[in-house]
């Protein structure tokens, strides 16, 4: 009778630490979210656009809500990213030309999966209608492993 208590004590609590470890892992946030892009010339200006994302998003040094953002290139090799008034610089940051293979009509974002578990991917490069050379946005070491944050 001892043998079989002994045995329905750990057998019960085998379950339990299984089943409590499955529950943890299941609890793990795991972002991994699809982000839609749409964008708009701004009217008067040949270097800024309107681009309204479906989800989270992270340029260098700041992560974003969805909503809608100005992407400016006030001088060659140079993008900010601001609030949809103008009013919040939410970053300034370097880039390099990119060339794709052919123009569409259509703004394009490439994005990167994130460096860290639950972060917002991240935009990498984009293009605006018409152009096959876009901007590559440059990530330094600290930033590519998730040390951006907003």
Not at 32 to 49: C, I, N, P
Not at 97 to 107: G, I, K, M
Not at 124 to 129: E, L, N, R, S, T
Request: cysteine-free; aromatic content about 12%.
């Amino acid at each position: 009778m001892r043998f079989f208590k002994t045995f329905l004590f750990l057998a019960a609590l085998g379950a339990a630490v299984g089943l409590s470890g499955g529950w943890a892992g299941a609890q793990a946030p795991q972002f991994h979210q699809e982000v839609k892009v749409r964008g708009a010339a701004m009217a008067g200006s040949t270097t800024d656009a309107i681009l309204t994302f479906s989800g989270p998003f992270s340029v260098p040094g700041v992560s974003l809500a969805q909503g809608t953002y100005v992407f400016s290139r006030p001088s060659a090799g140079v993008l900010q990213v601001l609030s949809a008034d103008r009013e919040q610089v939410y970053t300034q940051t370097f880039t390099i030309q990119l060339t794709r293979a052919t123009a569409t009509d259509d703004f394009e974002v490439r994005f990167a999966e994130p460096s860290v578990v639950g972060a917002p991917q991240r935009v990498v490069a984009w293009f605006a209608p018409g152009a096959r050379v876009g901007q590559e946005l440059i990530y330094y070491k600290r930033q590519a492993a998730g040390g951006e944050s907003h």
